[in-house]
T-cell receptor
Framework: KQEVTQIPAALSVPEGENLVLNCSFTDSAIYNLQWFRQDPGKGLTSLLLIQSSQREQTSGRLNASLDKSSGRSTLYIAASQPGDSATYLCAGGTSYGKLTFGQGTILTVHP | KAGVTQTPRYLIKTRGQQVTLSCSPISGHRSVSWYQQTPGQGLQFLFEYFSETQRNKGNFPGRFSGRQFSNSRSEMNVSTLELGDSALYLC??????????????FGPGTRLLVL
């Protein structure tokens, strides 16, 4: 059974700082790893999807990496802005067709 | 293209009642997955429907059921509601099945409160 853990649970940083969010998973047979953003009371917005054959994906100020052997993924946010404040969730997809989510990291970027 | 839509957005029910939630996927998407989000348990997978067939199911009791129509719209039903069913229910759609590993597009959710 896939278990996904996110560290830290919460993070508060000043604007402009570079930061890293961590995601670890127990089943190395992971199919893909997806990072989402959730604003309070809203649905999820997909940020980056990394397939198992890939090592990383980039979109603007975001970079996500995947290391299946160590069971880890990281989301790097460069030059953080107050608008980046949200809950960030990672989710592991497996070949048996389920998506397992971590508990999320609540990010606050203060001006 | 319109995004994933969910109706209703908010719902208040009492224990013992039943409820039906609706999800309309992005046009052309054939997979719809349902999730329950609570502060204590986080996001948990309920089930996935693809081409009107349930493809996978999470660890939820039989009170939770769903179906998918030929136009890919999906409904989720919860019978005999319990207080613990209060949650944000999210659906997500993609072109292929979950196991094909495509990006999942989420709707805004239906917030259910059981009194």
């Amino acid at each position: 059974k896939q278990e996904v853990t996110q560290i830290p649970a919460a993070l508060s940083v000043p604007e402009g700082e570079n930061l890293v969010l961590n995601c670890s998973f127990t089943d190395s047979a992971i199919y893909n790893l997806q990072w989402f953003r959730q604003d309070p009371g809203k649905g999820l917005t997909s940020l980056l999807l990394i397939q198992s054959s890939q090592r990383e994906q980039t979109s603007g100020r975001l970079n996500a990496s995947l290391d299946k052997s160590s069971g880890r993924s990281t989301l790097y946010i460069a030059a953080s802005q107050p608008g980046d404040s949200a809950t960030y969730l990672c989710a592991g997809g497996t070949s048996y067709g389920k998506l397992t989510f971590g508990q999320g990291t609540i990010l606050t970027v203060h001006p | 293209k319109a995004g994933v839509t969910q109706t209703p957005r908010y719902l208040i029910k009492t224990r013992g009642q039943q409820v039906t939630l609706s999800c309309s996927p992005i046009s052309g998407h054939r997979s719809v997955s349902w999730y329950q989000q609570t502060p204590g348990q986080g996001l948990q997978f309920l089930f996935e429907y693809f081409s009107e067939t349930q493809r996978n199911k999470g660890n939820f009791p039989g009170r939770f059921s769903g179906r998918q129509f030929s136009n890919s719209r999906s409904e989720m039903n919860v019978s005999t509601l319990e207080l613990g069913d209060s949650a944000l229910y999210l659906c997500a759609s993609s072109q292929g099945q979950l196991l094909e590993g495509e990006t999942q597009y989420f709707g805004p959710g239906t917030r259910l409160l059981v009194l």
